[in-house]
C-alpha cells in the first residue's frame, strides 16, 4: 500500500512539472517565432585594421595582435519585442574580443559557436528599427564566407528556429559586401582581382587553334610523338582487347567510351593492351607505353594500372560533342609521383556518397591514384563502427542538445537542426562500396581517424557512451572505450577555440583499445571490398595549446613585446598538463615531458597499426615532430604530408623530414589547398591563413621537388617576395597531394566549386616533371624580380598549352561527367570606349550587358561603349547551364 502511494505521488509530481515545462515551453515558443520571423540579421567588418586605428588588439588577448572591427545589426520588421527571455546562438570563426553595446553580452560556448544574450539593460527590439551591436573579434575578415550562415534562436525550453534571412548559403542576403577592407594590413601588396585587373594577368595567354592542341594528352606524358594521320572511331566505336585488366577496371573504361557515344564493339577499332614488366626499366608503377596508328592502337604496360592509364590518355584525346577523331601518336610515359593524392575533408560537414564517388571518377580520368578520407574531427565522425553505436547516433550529428547526448553542438552554420551536411556518416555498406570503387580505378583510399588532437567528435560519443553504460551499472564495459581522463582539470584551447574535450588522452590504456578497435572494424570493411589496408593515417596535427603560442605573451612579462596578444597565461595549460594518467608517465620516464605526448602516442598506434599487419603509417608532419626519425616507429615505413607554409621557411624544413628517413607528400597550404580561394577578391570562398589565393596557374606553377624555386614564380600571402635557398641535402619527394577541408565547404555544390577545375593543374603537377621546372641545388637562392633560373618563356608557353586544353575540352568532359565546376570570371576594361575581354581559359564564351543584366550579349571583338552605360560582365558555358559569378566593369 506505502508503494502504492509514494508510485501515484510520484506521478503526481512528474505530472505537474510536465504541465510546468509544457507551460514554459508554450510561454517561450512566441518569443522564438516572433524574433526568428521578424528579426534580420545584416553583419558588416567595418575595419581589418583595426589595430592601426586606435583598437588595442594586444590588451584585448588577440592572437598576434590582430583585431577587427564589425557590427551586427539586428531589424526588427514587425512589432516591438520586449521580452528579454531568449538567446540567439551564431557561428563565428574569429573569437569576439568585446561587444560595444551595453544591451547585449556575447558569450563564447565551444569552437565557433557563440550566443548573444540580453543584459540587464536590454529595452528591446522597437517596431521597425535596427539595433547596433558592434564587436571587435580576433584576426580578419576578408572574405564573405567568413562569416557563418544559420543564425538561430532559443527560448528556455521552446524548439530553437533558424533567423529566416540568414538560413542561406547565398551570403549576400546577410552579409554587406566587404568593399575597401579586403587588405590584412597594411603591407599587404596582393592584387585585388577585378575585371580590370583580371584582364592584366590574362592578356599573355592566346587562343590555340586545334592543330597546336591536336594529340596532346592530360596530365602530360613523359615523352609524346604526334603523327600526321587522324584516326575517326565511326558508330563502330572501339573493340577493347585489354589482356591483364581485371574486369572490374575493363567495365569503368568501358563506361566512359559510352559517354562520349562510342559503343564497344568486336568491328570497331582496335585497342590492345598486355603487361610486360621487362620492357620498363626502374618505372614506377603505372608506367606505359602506347602506339596509336591507322589501324590500331597498342599499349605495353608494367602493370594493370599502366593498362588503365594508357587507355585514359586514349580517352583524353577524345572531344566532347564534336567527331570523334583521335590523332596518330606514340607516348613513353611514367608517373613522376608514386604518391598522387587527395585529402577530402568530410568530418567538417559531411559529403554525400554520390560526390565522392564522382571525384573518385575525375581522379581516375587524370591518373590520381590516393584518396586520403579524413573520416573524423572535432565536429562530425563519418564511419559507422559495429559495437559502437554512439559514434554515429552522437557523434555523427549535429543539433541543439547542451547536454551533448544525442548529438554534438551546432558549429560552421549547420544550425539546430541535423537536417544538413553538419550531419551524416557512411555507413559500412557505403563505406565499402566507396572502397570497391576506388579499387577498380587503381585509387587506393587511405582512411584518417585524427588524434590526438581534433578527436571530440569522438570523445563526445564516448562520454555519451559511458553515460548510458553506467546508468545501466555496467562500469567495467563504461570504462572500456572511455578517451578522457577524469582527472584532468588542463585549461586549454585549441586552434579552432575547444577545450579539453578535444584531445584524446594518449595515456590511457582505454585510448588504445579506442583506436585498436577502430582500425579492426575499418579494416574488415577494407578487406571485404577486396582492397586490404595497406596505409593508415594517424593525423597527429595541431595537439596544443594556442595561448601558448608565440602570437601571445603573458600580461605580466616585462618588458612587453609589440605586436603579440596580452592573457594571462600562468592559467593556461599544455593539453593534458593535469591528467594524473599523463603525469604518471612522465614519472615512469616513458616521456619526456607534455609537449611530447602527440609524438609518443604515434608511436604507440604504430604498434597497433603492425598488430593489424599494416606495415605503414602516414601522419601530418606535427604528429611526429618529436620522434627522433622514423626508425623510432613500430612500422617499416612512415609518410608524412608535409604542410608548412613555404615563405614561413618550409622551402628548407622540407629536407629535415626526408632526411630523417620518412617519405614525404608535399602538401603546402599556399599551393595545394583547394579550400583556398581561387582570387584575390571578397567573394570568393576559402580561407586564406596560408595565402590569399590558389588559382590553376599558381598550381599549374608550382614545383613540388624543388620547393626554393617557386620564391622565383610566387609570392607570400602578403603579395611580398620572399628568398628562398634549401641548406639542406634533398631527395626526392615520395608524393603531391592537395587538400579541400570542409570548413567553410558546406555542400557538394562548393566541394566541386572549389575542387575543379583546380584539380586537373594538381594531376598536371602530380603526374609529369615539365622542363621548366629547375632540378635541386644546394645553397642556391631564389626571389621574385631579382633571380632568374626559371624559364618563364617555356613556362608560359606550356601554361598557354593546358590553359587552352582545358578551355576548349576539359570542362566538356567535367560537364558531361555532371560536375559541379567553377567557371571563371572574364577580364575586361573599357579603353578608348570600347569594352575589350579575355579569359583565363581561352574558347569559353564572354557575356557583356549595358542594361544591368537584362539582356546578354556574345563577346567576340571589341564593343563599342556608349557613354553612361554601365557594363557588366560573365563567363558561360554548355548552352548557359553554367555561369560564373557577374561583375561591373569599372
Same mark, same amino acid.
Given at each position: 500500500?506505502?508503494?502504492?502511494?509514494?508510485?501515484?505521488?510520484?506521478?503526481?509530481? @512528474?505530472? =505537474?512539472?510536465?504541465?510546468?515545462?509544457?507551460?514554459?515551453? &508554450?510561454?517561450?515558443?512566441?518569443?522564438?517565432?516572433?524574433?526568428?520571423?521578424?528579426?534580420?540579421?545584416?553583419?558588416?567588418?567595418?575595419?581589418?585594421?583595426?589595430?592601426?586605428?586606435?583598437?588595442?588588439?594586444?590588451?584585448?588577448?588577440?592572437?598576434?595582435?590582430?583585431?577587427?572591427?564589425?557590427?551586427?545589426?539586428?531589424?526588427?520588421?514587425?512589432?516591438?519585442?520586449?521580452?528579454?527571455?531568449?538567446?540567439?546562438?551564431?557561428?563565428?570563426?574569429?573569437?569576439?574580443?568585446?561587444?560595444?553595446?551595453?544591451?547585449?553580452?556575447?558569450?563564447?560556448?565551444?569552437?565557433?559557436?557563440?550566443?548573444?544574450?540580453?543584459?540587464?539593460?536590454?529595452?528591446?527590439?522597437?517596431?521597425?528599427?535596427?539595433?547596433?551591436?558592434?564587436?571587435?573579434?580576433?584576426?580578419?575578415?576578408?572574405?564573405?564566407?567568413?562569416?557563418?550562415?544559420?543564425?538561430?534562436?532559443?527560448?528556455?525550453?521552446?524548439?530553437?528556429?533558424?533567423?529566416?534571412?540568414?538560413?542561406?548559403?547565398?551570403?549576400?542576403? &546577410?552579409?554587406?559586401?566587404?568593399?575597401?577592407?579586403?587588405?590584412?594590413?597594411?603591407?599587404?601588396?596582393?592584387?585585388?582581382?577585378?575585371?580590370?585587373?583580371?584582364?592584366?594577368?590574362?592578356?599573355?595567354?592566346?587562343?590555340?587553334?586545334?592543330?597546336?592542341?591536336?594529340?596532346?594528352?592530360?596530365?602530360?606524358?613523359?615523352?609524346?610523338?604526334?603523327?600526321?594521320?587522324?584516326?575517326? =572511331?565511326?558508330?563502330?566505336?572501339?573493340?577493347?582487347?585489354?589482356?591483364?585488366?581485371?574486369?572490374?577496371?575493363?567495365?569503368?573504361?568501358?563506361?566512359?567510351?559510352?559517354?562520349?557515344?562510342?559503343?564497344?564493339?568486336?568491328?570497331?577499332?582496335?585497342?590492345?593492351?598486355?603487361?610486360?614488366?621487362?620492357? &620498363?626499366?626502374?618505372?614506377?608503377?603505372?608506367?606505359?607505353? =602506347?602506339?596509336?596508328?591507322?589501324?590500331?592502337?597498342?599499349?605495353?604496360?608494367?602493370?594493370?594500372?599502366?593498362?588503365?592509364?594508357?587507355?585514359?590518355?586514349?580517352?583524353?584525346?577524345?572531344?566532347?560533342?564534336?567527331?570523334?577523331?583521335?590523332?596518330?601518336?606514340?607516348?613513353?610515359?611514367?608517373?613522376?609521383?608514386?604518391?598522387?593524392?587527395?585529402?577530402?575533408?568530410?568530418?567538417?560537414?559531411?559529403?554525400?556518397?554520390?560526390?565522392?564517388?564522382?571525384?573518385?571518377?575525375?581522379?581516375?580520368?587524370?591518373?590520381?591514384?590516393?584518396?586520403?578520407?579524413?573520416?573524423?574531427?572535432?565536429?562530425?565522425?563519418?564511419?559507422?563502427?559495429?559495437?559502437?553505436?554512439?559514434?554515429?547516433?552522437?557523434?555523427?550529428?549535429?543539433?541543439?542538445?547542451?547536454?551533448?547526448?544525442?548529438?554534438?553542438?551546432?558549429?560552421?552554420?549547420?544550425?539546430?537542426?541535423?537536417?544538413?551536411?553538419?550531419?551524416?556518416?557512411?555507413?559500412?555498406?557505403?563505406?565499402?562500396?566507396?572502397?570497391?570503387?576506388?579499387?577498380?580505378?587503381?585509387?587506393?583510399?587511405?582512411?584518417?581517424?585524427?588524434?590526438?588532437?581534433?578527436?571530440?567528435?569522438?570523445?563526445?560519443?564516448?562520454?555519451?557512451?559511458?553515460?548510458?553504460?553506467?546508468?545501466?551499472?555496467?562500469?567495467?564495459?563504461?570504462?572500456?572505450?572511455?578517451?578522457?581522463?577524469?582527472?584532468?582539470?588542463?585549461?586549454?584551447?585549441?586552434?579552432?577555440?575547444?577545450?579539453?574535450?578535444?584531445?584524446?588522452?594518449?595515456?590511457?590504456?582505454?585510448?588504445?583499445?579506442?583506436?585498436?578497435?577502430?582500425?579492426?572494424?575499418?579494416?574488415?570493411?577494407?578487406?571485404?571490398?577486396?582492397?586490404?589496408?595497406?596505409?593508415?593515417?594517424?593525423?597527429?596535427?595541431? @595537439?596544443?595549446?594556442?595561448?601558448?603560442?608565440?602570437?601571445?605573451?603573458?600580461?605580466?612579462?616585462?618588458?612587453?613585446?609589440?605586436?603579440?596578444?596580452?592573457?594571462?597565461?600562468?592559467?593556461?595549460?599544455?593539453?593534458?598538463?593535469?591528467?594524473?594518467?599523463?603525469?604518471?608517465?612522465?614519472?615512469?620516464?616513458?616521456?619526456?615531458?607534455?609537449?611530447?605526448?602527440?609524438?609518443?602516442?604515434?608511436?604507440?598506434?604504430?604498434?597497433?597499426?603492425?598488430?593489424?599487419?599494416?606495415?605503414?603509417?602516414?601522419?601530418?608532419?606535427?604528429?611526429?615532430?618529436?620522434?627522433?626519425?622514423?626508425?623510432?616507429?613500430?612500422?617499416?615505413?612512415?609518410?608524412?604530408?608535409?604542410?608548412?607554409? =613555404?615563405?614561413?621557411?618550409?622551402?628548407?624544413?622540407?629536407?629535415?623530414?626526408?632526411?630523417?628517413?620518412?617519405?614525404?607528400?608535399?602538401?603546402?597550404?599556399?599551393?595545394?589547398?583547394?579550400?583556398?580561394?581561387?582570387?584575390?577578391?571578397?567573394?570568393?570562398?576559402?580561407?586564406?591563413?596560408?595565402?590569399?589565393?590558389?588559382?590553376?596557374?599558381?598550381?599549374?606553377?608550382?614545383?613540388?621537388?624543388?620547393?626554393?624555386?617557386?620564391?622565383?614564380?610566387?609570392?607570400?600571402?602578403?603579395?611580398?617576395?620572399?628568398?628562398?635557398?634549401?641548406?639542406?641535402?634533398?631527395?626526392?619527394?615520395?608524393?603531391?597531394?592537395?587538400?579541400?577541408?570542409?570548413?567553410?565547404?558546406?555542400?557538394?555544390?562548393?566541394?566541386?566549386?572549389?575542387?575543379?577545375?583546380?584539380?586537373?593543374?594538381?594531376?598536371?603537377?602530380?603526374?609529369?616533371?615539365?622542363?621548366?621546372?629547375?632540378?635541386?641545388?644546394?645553397?642556391?637562392?631564389?626571389?621574385?624580380?631579382?633571380?632568374?633560373?626559371?624559364?618563364?618563356?617555356?613556362?608560359?608557353?606550356?601554361?598557354?598549352?593546358?590553359?587552352?586544353?582545358?578551355?576548349?575540352?576539359?570542362?566538356?568532359?567535367?560537364?558531361?561527367?555532371?560536375?559541379?565546376?567553377?567557371?571563371?570570371?572574364?577580364?575586361?576594361?573599357?579603353?578608348?570606349?570600347?569594352?575589350?575581354?579575355?579569359?583565363?581559359?581561352?574558347?569559353?564564351?564572354?557575356?557583356?550587358?549595358?542594361?544591368?543584366?537584362?539582356?546578354?550579349?556574345?563577346?567576340?571583338?571589341?564593343?563599342?561603349?556608349?557613354?553612361?552605360?554601365?557594363?557588366?560582365?560573365?563567363?558561360?558555358?554548355?548552352?548557359?547551364?553554367?555561369?560564373?559569378?557577374?561583375?561591373?566593369?569599372?
Amino acid at each position: 500500500m506505502k508503494k502504492f502511494k509514494i508510485a501515484v505521488l510520484a506521478t503526481s509530481i @512528474a505530472s =505537474l512539472l510536465s504541465i510546468g515545462m509544457i507551460q514554459t515551453a &508554450f510561454a517561450s515558443q512566441p518569443i522564438v517565432d516572433s524574433i526568428s520571423s521578424q528579426l534580420s540579421v545584416k553583419y558588416t567588418v567595418n575595419d581589418n585594421q583595426a589595430g592601426e586605428h586606435g583598437i588595442n588588439c594586444a590588451a584585448l588577448g588577440a592572437d598576434w595582435a590582430a583585431c577587427n572591427r564589425a557590427t551586427i545589426s539586428l531589424t526588427n520588421q514587425g512589432a516591438a519585442i520586449n521580452d528579454n527571455n531568449w538567446a540567439i546562438y551564431f557561428s563565428s570563426i574569429r573569437m569576439i574580443l568585446s561587444v560595444n553595446n551595453d544591451q547585449f553580452k556575447i558569450t563564447h560556448i565551444t569552437g565557433d559557436l557563440h550566443k548573444i544574450q540580453p543584459t540587464e539593460k536590454f529595452t528591446g527590439f522597437p517596431a521597425k528599427s535596427t539595433i547596433d551591436i558592434p564587436i571587435v573579434g580576433e584576426y580578419w575578415q576578408l572574405s564573405e564566407t567568413d562569416v557563418i550562415p544559420r543564425w538561430y534562436v532559443t527560448s528556455t525550453d521552446a524548439k530553437p528556429k533558424v533567423i529566416k534571412n540568414t538560413d542561406t548559403e547565398m551570403l549576400a542576403n &546577410f552579409v554587406s559586401p566587404i568593399g575597401d577592407n579586403w587588405k590584412r594590413t597594411p603591407n599587404d601588396h596582393n592584387i585585388l582581382m577585378t575585371p580590370i585587373t583580371r584582364f592584366e594577368r590574362n592578356t599573355d595567354v592566346q587562343m590555340l587553334n586545334a592543330e597546336a592542341l591536336r594529340g596532346q594528352i592530360l596530365p602530360t606524358p613523359t615523352k609524346l610523338t604526334v603523327g600526321k594521320s587522324d584516326i575517326t =572511331l565511326d558508330k563502330k566505336g572501339v573493340n577493347l582487347q585489354l589482356q591483364g585488366l581485371n574486369r572490374a577496371s575493363f567495365s569503368v573504361l568501358s563506361q566512359q567510351f559510352k559517354r562520349l557515344g562510342i559503343p564497344l564493339t568486336l568491328q570497331g577499332f582496335k585497342i590492345e593492351a598486355n603487361i610486360d614488366s621487362s620492357k &620498363f626499366k626502374n618505372a614506377l608503377p603505372g608506367a606505359y607505353q =602506347l602506339n596509336i596508328i591507322d589501324k590500331k592502337a597498342t599499349i605495353t604496360a608494367v602493370d594493370e594500372s599502366g593498362i588503365f592509364y594508357a587507355v585514359q590518355s586514349i580517352l583524353s584525346l577524345i572531344p566532347v560533342n564534336n567527331k570523334p577523331t583521335i590523332a596518330s601518336i606514340n607516348v613513353e610515359d611514367s608517373p613522376r609521383f608514386e604518391y598522387r593524392g587527395i585529402m577530402l575533408d568530410a568530418g567538417r560537414n559531411f559529403k554525400s556518397k554520390d560526390v565522392i564517388l564522382r571525384l573518385l571518377d575525375q581522379m581516375a580520368t587524370y591518373k590520381l591514384n590516393k584518396f586520403h578520407f579524413h573520416l573524423s574531427d572535432d565536429e562530425g565522425w563519418r564511419i559507422e563502427i559495429p559495437g559502437l553505436p554512439e559514434l554515429t547516433y552522437v557523434g555523427s550529428q549535429r543539433c541543439h542538445d547542451l547536454s551533448e547526448q544525442k548529438c554534438l553542438l551546432p558549429q560552421l552554420g549547420s544550425g539546430p537542426n541535423n537536417d544538413n551536411s553538419g550531419s551524416g556518416y557512411f555507413s559500412r555498406e557505403d563505406y565499402i562500396e566507396i572502397v570497391k570503387y576506388a579499387k577498380a580505378r587503381f585509387i587506393e583510399v587511405i582512411p584518417e581517424i585524427d588524434m590526438p588532437a581534433h578527436a571530440r567528435a569522438a570523445i563526445v560519443s564516448m562520454e555519451a557512451r559511458y553515460s548510458r553504460l553506467m546508468s545501466e551499472g555496467k562500469e567495467q564495459q563504461a570504462n572500456e572505450f572511455r578517451l578522457v581522463d577524469p582527472t584532468d582539470k588542463s585549461n586549454t584551447t585549441t586552434v579552432q577555440f575547444y577545450d579539453r574535450k578535444s584531445y584524446l588522452n594518449p595515456c590511457l590504456d582505454s585510448s588504445k583499445r579506442f583506436v585498436d578497435k577502430v582500425i579492426t572494424e575499418i579494416a574488415k570493411m577494407h578487406n571485404e571490398a577486396g582492397q586490404p589496408i595497406s596505409v593508415w593515417h594517424f593525423g597527429g596535427d595541431e @595537439a596544443k595549446n594556442i595561448r601558448l603560442g608565440a602570437g601571445y605573451q603573458d600580461i605580466n612579462v616585462s618588458p612587453k613585446v609589440d605586436g603579440k596578444g596580452l592573457i594571462d597565461q600562468s592559467i593556461e595549460d599544455h593539453p593534458w598538463a593535469k591528467s594524473q594518467a599523463c603525469q604518471t608517465l612522465i614519472k615512469k620516464g616513458a616521456i619526456k615531458d607534455i609537449e611530447h605526448l602527440p609524438s609518443y602516442f604515434a608511436i604507440e598506434v604504430s604498434k597497433i597499426i603492425k598488430n593489424h599487419g599494416i606495415n605503414h603509417m602516414q601522419a601530418w608532419q606535427d604528429g611526429v615532430k618529436y620522434a627522433k626519425n622514423a626508425k623510432a616507429f613500430a612500422v617499416d615505413k612512415v609518410t608524412v604530408n608535409f604542410w608548412d607554409a =613555404l615563405y614561413w621557411g618550409g622551402y628548407d624544413s622540407a629536407s629535415e623530414w626526408i632526411n630523417k628517413g620518412y617519405q614525404m607528400v608535399i602538401s603546402n597550404p599556399d599551393y595545394v589547398y583547394l579550400d583556398f580561394p581561387y582570387e584575390v577578391n571578397p567573394k570568393e570562398s576559402g580561407y586564406y591563413w596560408g595565402t590569399r589565393f590558389n588559382d590553376e596557374r599558381k598550381i599549374f606553377s608550382f614545383a613540388p621537388n624543388n620547393l626554393p624555386q617557386n620564391a622565383e614564380t610566387s609570392t607570400d600571402r602578403d603579395g611580398n617576395a620572399f628568398s628562398a635557398k634549401g641548406t639542406m641535402n634533398w631527395f626526392d619527394s615520395y608524393g603531391l597531394s592537395a587538400q579541400l577541408w570542409s570548413e567553410i565547404v558546406r555542400t557538394d555544390v562548393q566541394m566541386e566549386y572549389m575542387m575543379y577545375p583546380r584539380l586537373l593543374a594538381v594531376a598536371e603537377r602530380a603526374w609529369h616533371q615539365a622542363d621548366w621546372e629547375k632540378p635541386y641545388f644546394k645553397d642556391r637562392e631564389y626571389k621574385q624580380g631579382e633571380t632568374h633560373y626559371v624559364n618563364q618563356k617555356l613556362l608560359l608557353k606550356d601554361w598557354t598549352r593546358f590553359a587552352n586544353l582545358v578551355g576548349q575540352r576539359e570542362l566538356a568532359k567535367l560537364d558531361l561527367a555532371g560536375v559541379d565546376y567553377r567557371l571563371p570570371i572574364p577580364g575586361a576594361k573599357i579603353e578608348n570606349n570600347k569594352l575589350i575581354a579575355n579569359i583565363i581559359f581561352p574558347s569559353l564564351i564572354i557575356e557583356y550587358s549595358v542594361d544591368n543584366g537584362k539582356n546578354w550579349h556574345r563577346y567576340t571583338d571589341p564593343v563599342a561603349i556608349s557613354k553612361g552605360d554601365v557594363v557588366f560582365v560573365r563567363s558561360t558555358f554548355a548552352d548557359h547551364k553554367k555561369i560564373s559569378r557577374v561583375e561591373q566593369v569599372k
